[in-house]
């Protein structure tokens, strides 16, 4: 079965660090770009970051560039963000998202997780 | 504010048709594919469109798109109750800062 699982959410105060995994199964995870998008509370999609299949080409969005940083294991096939200088602005459920492609300038979301939550908060 | 402009909310009766607009520019929805998301409340996003136009296995041909220069149309014919959802359209941005962009969202009431 093709799924997405999300961990690695919780309580963190202002300034502090988090790192979110998606553990990947059912398909070839190395063919496939991943990302992650956030939705705050009671709102809107937010787009994060992506990183092609190989892992050569990472791309943030302005909000998390220089705090947060996307890699992937390709032996774990699993995905993850490792969230610096958190703010509470970056509350939200953090979705995972498999795109079509090896690129995620193409293409788009075509499996999502169920997300987990990061709450920040002193 | 979103790159891409939905309006916020729609309402209309069961079996009625539905539209919902997605606007944006030349650098996402003008030069590259639009795909929309379904939300059913306090799940996750699920893909419905994608291409522009098309539909993954398993989307009823109750949901349609189309797209002409920098906007996008999503349409749901025979409303059921089971559509109430937030919808959120999408494309990726050539610009400079190249990125993902996502509409604010359209929170359809069937009535």
């Known amino acids: 079965e093709v799924q997405l699982v999300e961990s690695g959410g919780g309580l963190v105060q202002p300034g502090g660090s988090l790192r979110l995994s998606c553990a990947t199964s059912g398909f070839t995870f190395s063919r496939y770009a991943m990302s992650w998008v956030r939705q705050a509370p009671g709102k809107g999609l937010e787009w994060v970051s992506s990183v092609s299949g190989s892992g050569s080409s990472t791309y943030y969005a302005d909000s998390v560039k220089g705090r947060f940083t996307v890699s992937r294991d390709k032996s774990k096939t699993t995905l993850y963000l490792q969230m610096n200088s958190l703010r509470a602005e970056d509350t939200a459920v953090y979705y995972c998202?498999?795109?079509?492609?090896?690129?995620?300038?193409?293409?788009?979301?075509?499996?999502w997780g169920r997300g987990t939550l990061v709450t920040v908060s002193s | 504010q979103s790159v891409l402009t939905q309006p916020p909310s729609m309402s209309a009766a069961p079996g009625q048709k539905v539209t919902i607009s997605c606007s944006g520019s030349s650098s996402n929805i003008g030069n590259n594919f639009v795909s929309w998301y379904q939300q059913l409340p306090g799940t996750a996003p699920k893909l419905l469109i994608y291409?522009?136009?098309r539909r993954p296995s398993g989307i009823p041909d109750r949901f349609s798109a189309s797209k002409s220069g920098t906007s996008a149309t999503l349409g749901i014919t025979g409303l059921q109750t089971g559509d109430e959802a937030d919808y959120y359209c999408g494309a990726w941005d050539s610009s400079l800062s190249a990125s993902w962009v996502f509409g604010g969202g359209t929170k359809l009431t069937v009535l």
């Open positions: 291409d522009d136009n």
């Open positions: 998202a498999k795109g079509e492609y090896g690129f995620p300038t193409q293409g788009h979301f075509d499996l």
